[in-house]
């Protein structure tokens, strides 16, 4: 009989013992509940004069703000092509400065040629995977919608979802598209009831919940041992450097 190649108790010689930490509930209990009102951003994927994208975003911004959330929409206008400006473009230093001051995402995308528009791309794009010390997205929780012209579809919200995880977001596993977007939106700009709308409500509901879940607990859901031991073989470096 083939024995197993764990051992019992198992051993480790790749491990760096000294970082290696047990996660522990205890440690999830003793944090406090942050006692703000949860802060959410909206992006929108198109420019329009009548964007479905852009009122499907401030549909979502009106039920968060009823649940008691603070509400930012960036406004693509203006927003430079990645590569076709710098970090010191004011719509530039506007988007970063409400990412950072956000504890929860809305990106709602048109569907365009089978995937998210350019415009919602370049908004993405220009949001930095690490800004010295800091990671903008880590841990924070992201919602996904999009709208079509035609039949309904996931190929925007799916491809979002790939760059969500990509930067570390807590992604909820509910989404939203919108099939025939010119016909759910009324002259005044209001989604009509209806099935989507429906699911318009779900999907805030879960990403407020989520939000109120996580958003105190992000430093430690994000600890790493990779980045602790990183952390540690730069310090002992500077002090080994210092005592020479």
Known sequence: MMQSPIE???TFPALDASQFLVPQSEALQSIPAAQHAPRFLLLYGSLRE???SRLLAFEAARLLQAMGGEVRIFHADGLPLPDDGTEAHPKVQELRELVLWAEGMVWVSPERHGAMTGVM???IDWIPLNSGAVRPTQGKTLALMQVSGGSQSFNAVNQMRLLGRWMRMLTIPNQSSVAKAFAEFDE???MKPSPYYERVVDVVEELYKFTLLTRHLT???TDRYSERRESAEA???RVNQRSI
């Open 8 to 10: 019992s108790p198992p």
């Open 235 to 237: 310090l002992s470096r």
């Open 219 to 221: 430093p430690y859901l």
């Open 121 to 123: 791309k370049s908004q």
């Open 188 to 190: 005044a700009g209001r």
């Open 50 to 52: 009548r964007s479905y």
